[in-house]
């Protein structure tokens, strides 16, 4: 079976398939400046078990200069939902983003905020 093809969004650039890998992720990652708008959004070509991407933004000082990740998800049954995790441990989001990349797998969401009413409030 082929390999599913991603893409990365940054705030800079973008990258199709061929050129994504665990080391273009890790460096973006360390890139990442506290308090400078940096972010990473991860799509599959075809959704992960309904997930259409995953994202990490740069450490924040308003929320103790922790990372976000937050997944989307779609289906026509339930629509837009997107969940929301902070974390200051720089493994934990290099961890998620090789999963869903390389294994497409989601992360467990039990610790993850649901925070679909954003979205659904624009």
Known sequence: MDRQSFSIRTNFDEFQNDEVDATLISQIINSFSPNEWDFLVLSPELPIQDSTFLQAGS?????DFQYTLEIG????NNGRAIYRLYTK???VVMEYLIDYWQEGKIP???LWED???EINDI
Do not use: H, I
């Open 59 to 63: 450490p924040e000082e308003m929320v």
């Open 73 to 76: 998800f779609y289906n026509e």
């Open 89 to 91: 441990d720089k493994n």
């Open 108 to 110: 467990d969401l039990l």
């Open 115 to 117: 925070v679909s009413q």
